[in-house]
Structures are given as C-alpha cells and as structure tokens.
C-alpha cells in the first residue's frame, strides 16, 4: 500500500532514512517478495489493522499473507535444494492477530504448509510463529491487574519514556509524597547495551549494586546468546 503522510514523514526523518527501505507491493504477487528479498530474511513481522471494522476480515487478511509469503519460501528453498544449495535458516514469523479466536485458523493452516510437498522438499524445519492477538493480551493484562494491582502502570513505564521536564509538578517544600518518587521514575529510559568484559564471571548481585553505586544505572536483567559455564556468575 501506498505510505501514508504520517509514514512519509517519518522515513524521511535522518535517523531513519538510511536504515529503512519502504517497498510498496503485495505478498501475493512473487515479484514483490523476490524484491523485498524474503528469502534472505531473519524475521518476518506480520502487522494487522486494529482499527478496522471487520476484525475478522482482517485477521483472515494477514493470514492469508503470511501463508502466501510462506508458500514462496518453501518454493525458493525447494529449488535451491534440487540446484545443491544448502540451506542454513528459515525465517522466524511473528504474526499479530486482533481476535485470539483465528489462531486455531493460523496453526492449521502450518500443520498443512508443513505436510505439503514444498515443505518437505527443503532442509531446514520452520520455526513455529509466535502469534500476537491484542484482545488476549488486553485481557491478559486485566486479570494480572486484578492479581496485583498496578501491573498495567509498570508495564506501561517500562516501555514508555518521558521528558524530566514534562514531569515537574509543584511539590510543598519539606514534603516528600509517592508521587515524586514515581515522576522521577517515569523520567528514566530503557537501554539494552553491551556489558564489559571484565564482569564476566562474577556475581549478579555485585554488578547490579556496582553498577548503580557507581553510574547510577540500574541493572535488571540479561540478554544470553551463548553460555558454556555454569549459571553461577555473569
């Protein structure tokens, strides 16, 4: 589809214009997905209207892409096959549906991609979709509001930053309320970042403490690609 004015506007932007290609086509036409190069593709996204009146409709849309996309896939891995071309990866697909309802339309239609003769031509297996449904997330996120109470407001901060000065607000000197302590926490931003090597090896607990003692930056979790020694340190 054609960018829209708000999309235009933002790959143009310099921080995006040289990292993002826009293409405009369509998953159903091969000469599309041959120039969007999906076959060399680490993952796919694939994105649904959540404003649309027919959310039916809609969700029977992206599936039907993502099969289309899928299909051609295994046809390009089939053919490398035959020609001797090894095949290393297929690409991961992450699929956002608005109704949890159509998921069982999605995993049935894998179960017949990958009994069909393209598929079993090529090498390596698919890996499963990881599926997205707004509604199930939404209620999800209700019932563990109910459990515990404000885990909607730490999801929402964790993914969201503000400007310190969009937060000021006019405090009685002497008083220290909740509310300061949590404006100062809606001011901090989330990174992921290369840890040093020298950490390597020691305690969790002893770089999350040295870390803020000495920058002031909390440390909170890990991000492991490979480990081949015990869980005991960093």
Known sequence: TNASFGMDTLLRHPHYAERITYLEGSP???HDLKRAKVTS???????????CDNPDAEDSKTILQ????QRYIDKITGEMEANAITVTAMPFFCTQLIRP???????????????SVEALVAAPKEQPPRVLCFNELKMGMLAKSCLCPGTNAFIFNLISSFREEDLVQREEPGINSWSTEYRKGLAWELYKTRLPKGIEG????????TMCQRRGVLLYAL??????RTLDGV
Not at 41 to 51: E, G, Q, Y
Not at 101 to 115: F, K, V, Y
Not at 223 to 228: E, L, V
Request: charged share 25%; net charge positive.
């Open 28 to 30: 159903f036409q091969e």
């Open 41 to 51: 593709a680490v993952s796919i996204f694939m994105l649904t209207n959540k404003f």
């Open 101 to 115: 309802e159509n998921r069982r339309h999605l995993m049935s239609g894998q179960e017949q991609l990958a009994t």
């Open 66 to 69: 993502q099969f289309s996309i």
């Open 223 to 228: 991000s492991i690609q490979r480990r081949n």
């Open 202 to 209: 020691k305690d969790f607990h002893w770089v999350v403490r």
